[in-house]
C-alpha cells in the first residue's frame, strides 16, 4: 500500500466521527509510521528499535511513547474508549515522527550493514560475549595453574574446600528432606486421628 493511500485512510478514519474510525486512524497512523521506517530501511525487530537507528529517542518523546502504547491497548481491548483529546495528541505525535522519517535520507547499504553489524553482533550478544571471556578466563587460568607446583598444591585445596562444602550441602539438603517427611507424616496422622474424633 503506498503512502498516499495510508494518509488518505487516516483522513478517511477521521472523516467517520466514530469511535472505532478514531482508533482506526490510530492503526492506519502506526502503519504509515512503520512504513516509512522500513522505506528507509532502518534494522529492528520492532518499531522501537527501528525508531532508535532512525534517531527518534523515546525517553525524549513521551507523546510518541505514548502513543505506541495506546496503539497497543486499543488491540488489545476492543472496548478501549478513546478521547477527542488523547486522539489530537496521538496523531500529533504519529505524524511529526512520520514526517522526520519520510524527510531522512535513506540508509545506505555500507551505513545499514555497519548497523545490523553493531546491533545485532555487538549489542544484542553482549552479555553472550562476556560469559564467553568468563568461561575462557577460567580455562585458561586451569591451565596456567595445572603447569606450575604453587598451582598443582592451590589445585588440590580448592578441590578439597570444594569436596568440603559439597558434602555440608549434602547433609543439609538430607536433613532438610527428612524434617520435610516428619512435617508430612505429622500433618497426615492429625488429619486421620481428627477425622476419626469426628466420627466418634
Given at each position: ?175 532438610a528432606l527428612a524434617v520435610g517427611i516428619i512435617v508430612l ?16
Open positions: 500500500m503506498k503512502t498516499e493511500e495510508l494518509w488518505r485512510e487516516v483522513h478517511s478514519d477521521l472523516a467517520e466521527k466514530s469511535e472505532s474510525g478514531y482508533k482506526m486512524a490510530i492503526l492506519d497512523s502506526d502503519k504509515l509510521l512503520r512504513k516509512a521506517l522500513k522505506e528507509k530501511g532502518y534494522p529492528g525487530n520492532d518499531v522501537k528499535k527501528q525508531l532508535f537507528w532512525a534517531g527518534v529517542n523515546l525517553n525524549a518523546r513521551p507523546d510518541l511513547k505514548k502513543a505506541l502504547k495506546k496503539k497497543e491497548e486499543i488491540l488489545e481491548d476492543y472496548d478501549y474508549r478513546l478521547s477527542s483529546f488523547e486522539l489530537e495528541d496521538f496523531l500529533n505525535a504519529y505524524r511529526k515522527v512520520i514526517e522526520r522519517v519520510f524527510g531522512g535520507e535513506r540508509l545506505s547499504v555500507r551505513k545499514k550493514l555497519g548497523i545490523y553489524f553493531e546491533n545485532y553482533f555487538f549489542l544484542k550478544n553482549i552479555s553472550k560475549w562476556k560469559s564467553i571471556a568468563v568461561v575462557l578466563g577460567i580455562f585458561l587460568g586451569i591451565k596456567i595453574l595445572s603447569s606450575t607446583g604453587i598451582g598443582i598444591g592451590l589445585t588440590d585445596r580448592v578441590v578439597q574446600l570444594d569436596n568440603l562444602l559439597f558434602d555440608w550441602f549434602l547433609m543439609l539438603l538430607l536433613i507424616v505429622s500433618f497426615v496422622f492429625l488429619d486421620k486421628s481428627r477425622k476419626v474424633k469426628i466420627k466418634e
